[in-house]
């Protein structure tokens, strides 16, 4: 299971020959622009089409954008500088990079956003809601893939749909260049042993000249399938607990 991250950090979930290593390391202001009726406009909408976002949900969300914002209508990468915590994250880059990717927002197959506003601050955080197992089974999994999309993303940089060695293997050197105990070949080799896993489960047996080429999302499921990705993906920062944006 994944670490709980620190306040102010985020976290996402690893695979388990990564965990095993990770184990080992060291210790009054202007709106936005929504017009005059703020972020109670948003009551009952949540970006992933999930209905029963109360006020406070909205308000206290709003707060957060404000504080991070600086009071403007936008937040760019550079606001995330405020968050002194999220510093000694490892992955702090990747972090900051989704919340302006366009295929967490919506708004495209590949490239970045410069700036987003409280709607689209609204839709990344809800890929950290918790899944209501009320709904539908059909629902259920709908969520369970919204989620695993967005991490997914995470790990395919490129935005070519597939998550290759050299990418897995940055992921990997990133997470663990905190610990003074794993080098960078070890952390290689980390990356390699999870990958021949993932062709493992993916592929089944494999040619001796045969060559995975990388995740699809396809495999990515097949990956995860099984594992609760609730308790392993979550995120927190700016003195923010983890919310359940709908419910």
Known sequence: EAARAPRGT?????????????????????????????????????????????????????RRFKQLSGD????????????????LNPIRSKIVRAFFDNRNLRKGSSGLADEINFEDFLTIMS???????????????????????FLFHMYDSDSDGRITLEEYRNVVEELLSGNPHIEKE????????????????????????????????????????????ETKMHIRFLNMETIALCH
């Open 10 to 62: 985020g976290s996402v979930p690893l695979s388990p020959r990564l965990h095993r290593a990770r184990a080992q390391r060291s210790p009054g202001s202007p709106r936005p622009a929504w017009g005059a009726r703020g972020p109670a406009a948003h009551h009952g909408r949540c970006p992933l089409g999930v209905r029963g976002v109360s006020s406070d949900q909205i308000e206290q969300l709003h």
């Open 72 to 87: 403007q209508p936008t937040i760019r990468k550079e606001n995330f500088n405020n968050v002194p915590d999220l510093e």
């Open 127 to 149: 890929y950290f809601r918790p899944i209501d197992t009320t709904l539908g089974e059909e629902q259920v999994e709908l969520s369970r893939k919204e989620k695993l999309k």
């Open 186 to 229: 070890s952390a290689r080799s980390i990356a390699d042993g999870a990958m021949m896993e993932a062709a493992s489960v993916c592929v089944g047996q494999m040619e001796p000249d045969q060559v995975y080429e990388g995740i699809t999302f396809e495999d990515f499921l097949k990956i995860w399938q099984g594992i609760d990705i």
